[in-house]
């Protein structure tokens, strides 16, 4: 029935009480019918009692005498009533009259007959004959069938005017208001102050509660909306401020994906690194980085937490080489925002405070405490690796003195940064040469193959000291160097303990007339 | 005592109510031929002849009622003492039987000596008389002055 009247309340309504009307009807008319042919039968008796009654005494009469005319007359009589199906009279000597219809009564039960004994008309004790009288069945089914169907027919009648009533009252009391209702709903808009009306008359029922709700439900949404505007709007407000920020900052500031490749970046992260190109990969403008670069954005997933790393980019024009500082923090499970920043000048500033610390200002070699550094670096890299040999050479310069004395202050400087150069060639750039103040020199010789092989450097550096050293104009110093040699022991050899070690070797190289090289001997085990 | 009896008889017919006048003092008796061979008569035999049922007598011949006029004391007594009705019922009886015409009312003397006269002449005649009337050319069959009660 939905599916017949999808958009009538009214007509799905009126639909389904005349098929209940139809229904209790049907079953009402069939318990009517049934009464009714009840009732018919024993209404038919009556009459047909009646009709016996009216011809009584003539028959009594007729049989009393077995005047056969007489019956004759009294059943076609009879028979011209059209209830009768069929007259017997019978005087008690002999039948006088019988008469049937055509249509034979089809079952005993069918049929209604009634017979009445008759007596002398001159005596009531003596009985001189018999009356029947036979209903045709077909003539009760007539009659109850008329009857029924007047019945029907009432009921058919009360049952559309019911469904009519009740229609025009849900058409008026329910469906039109919800149709004003629903009407001024569809045109409405979710604009402020619009409000439902409440129809007439339904201001205490449900339908006023429903439009009362649905107003409510309105004010609530229109109010809702108002919110969420006003929010919209500080919203766009804000993100036109951090966009402005986003441009005019002097960080760089970018997304970028586990793979590398570049979401988004500012003005700044292209003024910092170049312009990416198409598609954007982080990893091309940072050359020869792709290595801590994937460390630093595998570190920052994997932790959910801020990495940052110094970057050193080598310029590719064969400028001075670029700092940045890349910091990086996950967005989500891929993806990573980060911020740059240009720190050549701090690096720069930084490096060279660590030259001037570590660094002899007159020969550029490690000063005293950079080569202590080092030593220590070595020494901590033997401990991790045993196999790595390393030694400590101890050089202190012959006759420096009276070259100092002899030609001067200049002189001995050049003399100095002379040594200096010697040195630093004899050496591999892994090894570290440092000035200790004076005219002595150490070497850190790292990974040597074979202890010979610090000896040969030795002599090398020896052979190399005894050239003269040009020192001005037809001006040669002529010098000389003894070096003190020793290997870096176990685990409770010290720094102090080579030196002094390289320290004693080398006086005793010294003792031994200068210009050579002596190792000292093997540190105490253990 | 014997001679009582009819006299106080005429007086309780007097007392009746109808239209039986207190002049009629003989009681009536039904008389047929003395050759009808019928000697006797019960009330009931007289019911069924008179009022059509039989068409003969007892004794086999055809029977012939007759009336006395159609007003007649007699005809009103008779009846009343026969059937106890009076005689606008039994004109309403013989209206109904002479309209099939297969029975017909018993024929009409003008009186009583006619009655007789036709008895005496007809075998299957049957007729009702005063008493006073009869004489030994018919034979009483029923007497109701002394057997018939009324």
Redesign the interface.
Known sequence: MRALFPGSIVARTTVAIIALALLVGLVFGSAAAVLIQRGEKERLGARLGELLSTVET?AR??C???????AR?IGTGLMNNHVVAGVRIVSDKAPLYEQRRSEAPKAADETIAISRKLTS???ERETVGEIWLYASAAEIQAQAWTYTRFILLVLALEVALVAAAVAWVVFNLITRPIKGISDELHRMETRTGLRLHVPQGNQQDEIGRLVGDVNALIAELTGLIDTERRLRIEREQSERRLALIFEKVDAGIFEVDATGRLRSWNPAFARTLGTPAQPPDLHALLPQQEEPLNELIRQSLDSGELREADLQLKDAAGGPDKWIEISLTPVDQDMLQGVINDITGRKRTEMAAQHLATRDTLTGLLNRRGFDQALSAARARRLRDPGLEIALLLIDLDFFKQVNDRHGHEAGDTVLRRVAAVLEQAVRRTDHVGRFGGDEFAIVLIGVDEPARAGQIAEAIIAALREPIPIGEDLQAQIGASIGITFAGGDSDSSAAMLRRADEAMYAAKQAGRSQARLAPAPEPG | MASLLPHLLAVLVALLPGTIGAARAEPLVVIVNPASGVEKLSR?EA?NIF???YRKLPSGILAFPIDIGSQSPERQQFYRLL?R?DLPEIDA?WA??V?????SPPLQAPDGATAVQLVASNRSAIAYVDRALVDARVKVVIDFGRAAKP
């Open positions: 003539t009469i007729a009393f005498v077995q005047d056969t005319a007489l007359e008309p001159f005596n | 009931e019911v009022m059509g049922r059937v009705k009886y109904r039987l309209f099939s015409g297969q029975t």
